[in-house]
């Protein structure tokens, strides 16, 4: 190495600035690598092309590594900062804020904009009770209102098909007529 400056590399024998080699953990070569970064990438490129098996492992381990570590990461954040999640799902799900999410909420007065009912599902993971569910046209994207799980998840299994539901509504007032229970008084239990 000829001055703090330059250094020659190792491999191509050229003369080069010293930030175009990598930094060294133990210092050595002031604190660099011998050879320059360009050699060094070709060499490695060379030989992940002749042990294209050793290179495909590496890679494998090192993905998993970080991966676990990332995920760690992100499920601790999530933990120390919920409402922060939410609020990011809800903007980047559905285009609207937790003060518009709790706004919407209180218009319905805490309970499904369907069934009128507050939410009873249990997350199985959390042991809580969950959020209502964000209903929105599919199509469109246009948010409705906020369901409990049993009528997201039937409105889901009709396809927000109005066909099918008037057919569902049919079908099911002609059985309760036929069992001698009048609908009115089944509909007045649910507002």
């Known amino acids: 190495m000829d001055g703090v400056s330059t250094a020659v590399c190792t491999l ?3 003369a080069r600035p010293l930030a ?3 930094k060294r953990s133990d210092g050595a070569n002031w604190g660099r690598r011998s050879g320059c970064r360009l050699c060094l990438n070709a060499k490695k490129r060379e030989w992940q092309r002749q042990n294209p098996e050793k290179a495909v492992a590496i890679r494998r381990r090192h993905y998993y590594s970080d991966h676990q570590r990332q995920l ?4 601790a954040w999530s933990r120390a900062n919920p409402t922060s999640r939410l609020a990011t799902h809800l903007m980047r799900a559905y285009g609207i804020t937790l003060p518009q ?6 218009m319905q007065g805490g309970g499904c904009a369907a069934c009128g009912n507050p939410e009873t599902a249990v997350d199985g993971r959390t042991g809580r009770v969950r959020r209502l569910h964000v209903d929105h ?5 246009a948010v409705r209102g906020l369901l409990c799980t049993n ?11 109005l066909g099918r539901i008037a057919n569902l509504l049919t079908y099911m007032t002609r059985r309760l007529e036929r069992a001698g229970i009048p609908h009115n008084v089944v509909m007045e239990q649910t507002p």
């Open 12 to 14: 191509c024998k050229k």
């Open 20 to 22: 175009e080699f990598g």
């Open 72 to 75: 760690a990461r992100a499920t």
């Open 101 to 106: 999410y709790q706004e919407m909420l209180d």
């Open 137 to 141: 046209d599919h199509a469109t994207g």
């Open 151 to 161: 009528c997201n998840l039937a409105l889901g299994y009709l396809k927000d098909d």
